[in-house]
Nanobody
Framework: VQLQASGGGLVQAGGSLRLSCAAS????????MGWYRQAPGKQRELVAT???????HYADSVKGRFTISRDNARKTVHLQMNGLKAEDTAVYYC?????????????????WGQGTLVTVSS
């Protein structure tokens, strides 16, 4: 199973970016999906999560500015980021709880994407 994240880049404060993350592999189903971020010198923190029933949860710092969504058929999760601030600058990682076939049986594990850099200039 692989998660491929895309959509990061450089944007001015107040601007918008849309991150996407696609899962691939021998996937049976995907449970919770989410986005986390890690700023330089800081620990990785939760940004937003979404369950298979589309129940969402956001960090207080992004509520009202970011929107997480998923497309189960395409096995993708998106993060629409509006009103970006300099403090949103970080490497963003997608995460998914995946039930998959490992060649012998179905297993359940957490997977991470490779990270995509978001830089917000003030």
């Amino acid at each position: 199973v692989q998660l491929q994240a895309s959509g990061g880049g450089l944007v001015q404060a107040g601007g918008s970016l849309r991150l996407s993350c696609a899962a691939s592999g021998s996937i049976l189903n995907i449970n919770k999906m989410g986005w986390y971020r890690q700023a330089p010198g800081k620990q990785r923190e939760l940004v937003a999560t979404i369950t298979s029933d589309n129940i969402t949860h956001y960090a207080d710092s992004v509520k009202g500015r970011f929107t997480i969504s998923r497309d189960n058929a395409r096995k993708t999760v998106h993060l629409q980021m509006n009103g970006l601030k300099a403090e949103d600058t970080a490497v963003y990682y997608c995460n998914a709880g995946v039930r998959y076939y490992n060649g012998r049986y179905y297993d359940l594990n957490d997977f991470w994407g490779q990270g995509t850099l978001v830089t917000v200039s003030s």
